[in-house]
């Protein structure tokens, strides 16, 4: 699609990839000069303050593009932490790239913009080229989108060095109060009938003190007269480790409505990274959560030195799944360990010739870069990686299980 360029609409992009590769948004070959105007490496506060800052010199009804290169020209945007975008000739190649820096995080996260304003601008499904006239209707939302997103906390005190999160969140840990997540759940409760929740949190109960701030008020919360807790479930994420200095307050974490939570368990060994976790803590944390009626579910990332069946001892794949199976959990992740942009070692996976270009003739292409996919190994045969997490799929989600499952649940349906 080629606009002119009197007619263009400001291109604004941002999400995962402008974080870590901004550059990817714009084109390197003359013969197809697309490219973004701006570029957001942060949260939504950056994109606030260019808007301010646009608005603020706006004339009339000037096209805000036009608006947005005379701030680019006067150099007004080198200002805001957390932009890049281009330099160069119009209709042409960006001859350089400015960073303005990295983003100032929002400390209380209680100044975020409410999703439910989100909610009012989500595309309808369509095979078309163009964008619709007008939003999904309200009384759709829930049936596109029934499982809401919601952030409560963001931050982990674990510096795993596969990871990319204490990087992100420049070592902070950032909640929001009670009050203003009950508030949300509320409002995206009456105005789009949502029922369930997701928390992306990385580490739910990292901080004790806030995590019970949090539960408590969701405890005492209501929706319409009725508890918070019997209008919406919620999950989110937590640790092993966590997960056992809460063992003493799981009960208010089920009264707030909290039916299931992930648990990064990557390995119960420890072999991996430790974060805490034995074999033994690990069992103890899945059945005092079954035991509190919160659903276990357990986040394995599989690596080159696990082994796929160690007989007798624990530190095989399918051993752990077994067990994890056997201590409770409803259902089972496993991901192998990827070069993550922003962890510690995503230069070196590439510099010491983990990583693969192509396999079997096929190009790795970003969407395969999600742990699904075997693309950075040592191993000798790394197929055989790749084998083993399908193994460890089929050995927990298997028809047998599944009927076992049916059966025992008949005959004792599970308190949620």
């Known amino acids: ?6 007619h263009r609409p400001l291109v604004i992009t941002g999400g995962p990839l402008c974080i870590y590769h901004p550059w990817k948004l714009f084109s390197t070959d ?56 281009p330099l160069g000739a119009e209709g042409q190649v960006p001859e350089e790239l400015v960073d303005t820096g990295i983003q100032r995080l929002c ?44 952030v409560m906390t963001l931050g982990c005190k674990f510096r795993c060095h596969y990871c990319p999160i204490p990087a992100y969140n420049q070592r902070k840990y950032r909640t929001k109060s009670g009050e203003r997540i009950a508030d949300e759940i509320r409002r995206l409760h ?3 009938g949502l029922r369930i929740f997701f928390g992306t949190d990385d580490n739910f109960f990292d901080d ?18 009725r508890p918070l807790r019997k209008r919406a479930r919620i999950a989110t994420e937590v640790t092993v480790h966590d997960t056992i200095r809460m063992k003493d307050h799981l009960g208010p974490v089920r009264k707030a409505g909290i039916r299931a939570l992930w648990l990064g368990v990557e390995d119960m060994t420890g072999a991996l990274v430790k974060k805490g976790q034995t074999v033994d803590k690990t069992i103890e944390a899945f059945q005092m959560l079954r035991s509190r009626g919160i659903l276990p579910n357990p986040m394995m990332m599989h690596h080159d030195n696990q082994p796929l069946l160690t007989p007798g001892r624990p530190l095989g794949l399918l051993n752990q799944a077994q067990m994890l199976q056997k201590a409770g959990a409803t259902t089972l992740q496993v991901l192998m360990i990827t070069p993550s942009p922003g962890s510690k070692v995503f230069e070196e996976t590439f510099t ?3 990583v693969f270009e192509s396999v079997g003739g ?8 999600d742990g699904n996919y075997v693309i950075a190994s040592k191993a000798p045969e790394p197929w055989q990686k790749q084998f083993n997490i399908l193994l460890a799929y089929l050995f927990f989600y298997n028809p047998f299980r599944l009927a076992s499952k049916l059966y025992h649940w008949r005959k004792r349906p599970p308190q949620l």
């Not at 699609?1 to 009197?6: E, F, R, S, T, W």
């Not at 260019?50 to 680019?72: D, H, I, N, Q, Y």
């Not at 004790?208 to 007269?225: F, H, S």
């Open 1 to 6: 699609c080629k606009i002119a360029p009197d």
């Open 352 to 354: 010491s010739g983990m």
């Open 362 to 369: 096929k190009y790795v292409e970003p969407y395969m870069v």
């Open 190 to 192: 009456k105005e789009y």
């Open 208 to 225: 004790k003190k806030r995590a019970l701030d949090i539960v408590e008020t969701l405890a005492r919360a209501e929706i319409n007269g």
């Open 107 to 150: 400390g209380d996260l209680d100044e975020q913009v409410y999703p439910v304003y989100g909610y009012q601008l989500l595309e309808p499904p369509s095979r078309k080229a163009t964008l619709a006239s007008q939003p999904v209707p309200v009384n759709r939302i829930h049936r596109l989108s029934p499982i809401s997103s919601i």
């Open 30 to 85: 003359p013969s197809d000069p697309w490219g973004a105007d701006v570029v957001i490496t942060g949260e939504e506060y950056v994109s606030l303050q260019l808007l301010e800052v646009l608005l603020s010199l706006r004339s009339g009804t000037e096209p805000l593009r036009t608006t947005f290169l005379r701030a680019k020209n006067s150099g007004m945007l080198d200002e805001i932490p957390g932009l890049v975008y």
